[in-house]
């Protein structure tokens, strides 16, 4: 079996694809585009020298431009108030009396909850929405 130039820049491409099904890890897709860049290099007729310093720029270019893009992105809420991952965030609770240290029992979404009142002030009975979720207690806010 002929092993030409590409075929190491294939392997080593399709070894960082595996690693970052098994990881998960997006850096490591980053770095296979530059083994690729380096197979592609090597299909060109590019000497070995150009191939690694093509395959470093491409794979470490992208590995920049990937941490640059996902700093400018806006970080997620947490998991305890982002309704994407709660759906009880953002609901509304009637809650009939506090107690003094600003929890109370609800019935929501058929059972009785524990709810903590997080807004400014004494709370008063009446209706509240959901902020957040600690454990199995909601957060409740005006």
Request: hydrophobic share 50%.
């Amino acid at each position: 079996m002929d092993w030409g130039g590409a075929t190491g820049w294939w392997v080593a491409a399709g070894v960082l694809v595996a690693a970052e099904l098994a990881i998960g890890t997006f850096n490591l897709l980053m770095l296979a585009l530059g083994m690729v860049a380096g197979a592609l290099a090597a299909h060109a007729g590019l000497a070995l020298p150009g191939q690694l310093v093509l395959a470093a720029l491409v794979g470490g270019g992208a590995v920049v431009a990937w941490r640059l893009k996902r700093g400018r992105d806006p970080k997620a809420e947490p998991a305890a108030s982002n309704r994407d991952v709660n759906m009880d965030i953002g609901s509304r609770v009637h809650v009939d009396c506090w107690n003094p240290d600003g929890s109370a029992r609800v019935h929501y979404r058929g059972t009785q909850w524990d709810v903590r009142y997080q807004g400014a002030g004494q709370p008063a009975a009446g209706d509240y929405t959901v902020r957040a979720l600690d454990g199995n207690c909601l957060l409740l806010d005006r």
